[in-house]
């Protein structure tokens, strides 16, 4: 099979328009349910939440009153932002999710008593019965996937890359039990956590939601953090009280698409799925997860929200799973042939709940009607994914519950940032530290010294909780938005000058008195999915760097403390350092860091390392495959790694060789000349957002036609034409990032040959794409209907046009594609990155 990336990531491009399926149509029959064969690898699996045949029948009671739209209504879920609680209710709506950084009222400081308030709003109009309908209660999703981070006030735990290095499962239930009292507080009901991903490639800007390369590990913990989620199976408690709906995400291998691109295609065989990938599933369907969300990527080629063998023949029937599957975030619009208003086929293929944010959820609920009453989905399939979700609701006592103020706990601000939550938090980060490198004995620290406290992640609680924290990537923040947690400095200060000592905090280094120590707090700035994609794992830290030659040239121990979402090349650092000290990112309760590397009053140890890698560490920058107990001779530590105090290891100067070659950007880059160069592959999305591999000499699709035609030799360009039925894409894409970035300082251009036989009828683009929400294009309609009919013409577009709009140059995925809905035809030939350029296309 060739690999490739499909141009899913690009289709979110493509307006889809109208309402699709809405003309008369025969009701098709009820489609019999064929037998499918699953792989023998694939287990049988028993939820040990058994169906209840009282919850049965009631759905049955239900489903017979419900009406088609109503029937559609309970598989949307909306967004606080783009949908009111009138619109729930005139919709019949099953479900609302506040996505990252969204808040009631658009107050990122809004109170306990405000999400309290919107839940009940809400609930308010789902069961409001005064048009005839059945009123069934709304359920409201949230991402809180370390602690609830939408929250100003709550407890963030460590991120799971940090949890996994505590090898405590135990730990996991605590965790998890303690999240869902803080979120039943606000009247939520339902979390989209644990993330269950195997990471194969550190690049990856989700590494950080991974608990660690080795399955078996994701295996021990799922189950666990699904039981402190929603209780235990054979409890009273279970999905009540202070517990929620746990989600198992994101199904499946979204850890392992090719070089580590977000949204991207696993390509792998299925035993290696079921080895790797499904693992953590396993557990937690065997501790009674009532949800499963759908992954954004891909799996040899096929979208996860469009995989009818995954999503049903093994999830739903192998699996034994009969809760309900959810969509991330419009992510049916990437299923081949499907729009973000229209995808019949992600229905069809087990989606029982589509995650609609955008304000284009009302197109996709009335397509959706439309196709249900046509028969383009069969009313067995309709009945399926809306009884699956009132089971989920019934079981969680939704329609018994009432009003979300008036359950227990709501509204219990005691709950938010709890004491006894803020203490599991900080054991988390106690056990989760990894001592790389303590050399002659440096640590633990006498806590009677004068120490330095430098570094720009020292006092930067934002810093330290990373991605999902208040805001969908981490940004923005300040210590204030985090009432009751503690910085880093916070708790070594804290410790310090409770024994006689102090703490100096100089961000800089700098220092009026010389310090008996130096602790340097750096690493990476927050991020989440999408924009912490990364093209290779050399930290890019040249001013800490800077700032720990410095202490250690004075002759001051350095001991540095490493802020990280994934493991990165860090050998110049940890040669700088005496001691060195992986604290991943510990989220609010950073006073945990202080509890290991200091001393108690009377000198003796407070609390050792326990952390341990569960990622190996890498010995070069280069990105590698990750295989457990595989990667040692690539490490500079290997999985299972991590110093304590009675470890007496001296770590001799580490090579500062990275591995990278460095490109001057002189020698131009050729992307296509006559035949797409590798990496890259000639790819076409069309007007009805089917994906295809241009490999033919010629290829018609929907609102575009493709044809290699003759230049100076056979075949040597290409001829593009958009027939005007809607926005098509066709350029250049690769499996694996492209850096640039010489280019972009060394004037450098994207120059291409092209000549124009048909002038545009509608607004042309040029594009350059790094990964979902990362990239940029650039107008060229003036300039091709500027054009001289059919003569060739040099186009040359200023890098710096492209980076200043979104493009990251370090980490292309495509370096060309022209994108337009109306009519045009242009010939295209000899595509490539140039240097020192004059441009037809500047940006200042």
């Given at each position: ?35 499918v ?53 005139q ?53 809180a ?45 339902w ?43 054979d ?17 499946l ?53 469009g ?31 499907c ?14 709940m589509?995650?609609a944010?955008?304000?284009s959820w ?69 056990e ?16 009677d ?40 400095y ?27 120590v130096?602790?340097?707090v ?10 912490g ?16 030659q ?24 940890i040669?700088a ?13 950073g006073?945990?860091?202080?509890d ?9 140890v ?5 952390g ?8 070069d ?20 790694y ?6 007496q ?33 000639f790819?076409?999305?069309?007007a ?40 098509a ?16 300082s ?9 000549k ?28 091709l ?12 577009v ?7 709009g ?15 809905a ?14 020192k ?8």
């Open positions: 099979m060739k690999k490739r990336i499909l141009l899913g990531v690009i289709s979110g491009l493509i307006a889809g328009g109208g309402l699709a399926g809405c003309g008369e149509q025969k009701t098709a029959a009820e489609p019999k349910k064929e037998a064969s699953v792989n023998d690898t694939w287990p049988q699996l028993t939820s040990p939440i058994k169906k209840d045949p009282a919850i049965e029948a009631r759905i049955d009671e239900l489903l017979a009153k419900m009406t088609v739209e109503e029937k559609v209504g309970q598989m949307v879920q909306v967004e606080i932002r783009t949908a009111t609680p009138e619109e729930v209710k919709y019949n709506i099953g479900s609302i999710l506040n996505g990252g950084g969204a808040f009631p009222g658009d107050d990122k400081h809004a109170t306990v008593d405000d999400w309290v308030a919107l839940a009940d709003e809400y609930y308010k109009a789902s069961v409001d019965t005064s048009d005839g309908g059945v009123g069934i209660p709304m359920i409201w999703g949230t991402d996937v370390h602690g609830h981070n939408n929250v100003i006030g709550a407890t963030l735990f460590p991120h799971n890359i940090a949890l996994g290095a505590t090898q405590n499962p135990e730990l996991m239930r605590q965790i998890g039990a303690a999240t869902a009292a803080e979120v039943r507080a606000t009247g939520i009901d979390i989209f956590a644990p993330t269950l991903a195997v990471v194969r490639d550190d690049r990856w800007g989700r590494t950080y939601e991974s608990y660690s390369e080795d399955p078996q590990v994701v295996y021990d913990y799922a189950g666990k953090l699904v039981e402190g989620l929603q209780g235990a199976h409890s009273e408690e279970l999905l009540h009280g202070k517990h929620v709906i746990g989600t198992a995400k994101h199904f291998a979204d850890g392992g698409t090719e070089n580590g691109i977000d949204r991207g295609d696993a390509v792998m065989s299925e035993e290696e799925l079921v080895k790797i990938h499904a693992q953590g599933y396993f557990s937690a369907i065997e501790a009674g997860v009532q949800s499963v969300m759908a992954s954004f990527s891909s799996w040899n080629g096929e979208k996860m929200h995989h009818k063998y995954l999503m049903t023949d093994v999830l739903k029937d192998r699996l034994g799973f009969d809760g309900f599957v959810v969509g991330d975030w419009a992510g049916h619009q990437f299923v081949n042939g729009t973000n208003e229209s995808c019949p086929q992600a229905v069809n293929a087990g989606l029982d589509f995650m944010p955008d304000p009302k197109e996709l609920y009335a397509n959706t009607v439309a196709q249900a009453k046509s028969g383009e989905i069969s009313s067995e399939r309709l009945d399926d994914a809306v009884r699956r979700i009132l089971r989920v609701k019934m079981r969680s006592g939704l329609f018994e519950a009432g009003l979300p103020s008036e359950r227990a706990n709501a509204g219990d601000e005691s709950l938010i940032g709890a004491p006894e939550h803020r203490a599991i938090a900080r054991q988390a980060v106690r989760s530290l990894v001592l790389l490198k303590n050399n002659d004995n440096l640590l633990p620290l006498a806590r010294q004068r120490v330095l406290v430098a570094g720009d992640g020292a006092d930067n609680i934002g810093k330290q909780a990373g991605g999902w924290s208040i805001t969908w990537q981490g940004t923005g923040n300040q210590n204030s938005d985090f009432p009751g947690g503690t910085s880093v916070g708790g070594i200060a804290e410790a310090v000058e409770s024994a006689g000592g102090t703490a100096e905090l100089s961000e800089d280094g700098s220092f009026e008195q010389k310090p008996d130096a602790i340097v750096f690493g990476e700035d927050p991020y989440a999915e999408m924009q994609d990364i093209s290779n794992l050399d930290y890019p830290g040249e001013r800490d760097l800077a700032l720990l410095s202490l250690k040239e004075q002759g001051i121990p350095v001991v540095s403390l490493f802020i990280t979402g994934r493991p990165l090349w860090t050998n110049p650092e040669n350092s005496d001691a060195f000290a992986v604290i991943w990112q510990p989220g609010t309760e006073g945990g860091v202080a290991v590397i200091f001393r108690k009053a009377n000198g003796d407070n609390h050792d390392f326990k341990q890698l569960t990622f190996s560490w890498p010995n920058a280069q990105p590698t495959l990750r295989n457990p107990g595989e990667n040692e001779a690539l490490a500079q530590f290997n999985y299972g991590g110093l304590d105090y009675q470890s290891v001296q770590i001799a100067a580490l090579s500062e060789e990275s591995g990278l070659k460095a490109s001057d950007g002189n020698e131009a880059l050729a992307v296509f000349n006559g035949r797409a160069l590798d990496p890259w592959s790819q076409v999305t069309d009805g957002n089917n994906q295809s591999e241009i490999t033919s000499s010629v290829a018609k699709l929907q609102g575009i036609k493709v044809q290699s035609v003759d230049r100076n030799v056979q075949e040597d360009s290409r001829r593009l034409q958009w027939t005007g039925e809607g926005n894409v066709a350029g250049f894409f690769a499996n694996s990032r492209t850096d640039l970035s010489a280019y972009l060394n004037q450098g251009a994207l120059v291409f040959d092209v124009v036989d048909g002038a545009p009828s509608d607004a042309v683009n040029l594009g350059m794409y790094c990964g979902q929400d990362c990239g940029a294009e650039q107008s060229i309609t003036e300039l209907s500027g054009t001289t009919a059919g003569e060739w013409k040099t186009v040359a200023d890098l710096q046009c492209l980076a200043k979104g493009a990251k140059m370090d980490m292309v995925l495509s370096p060309f594609y022209v994108r337009t109306g009519k045009l035809d242009l010939t295209i030939h000899d595509i490539r990155i140039a240097a350029s004059e441009a037809d296309i500047n940006c200042g």
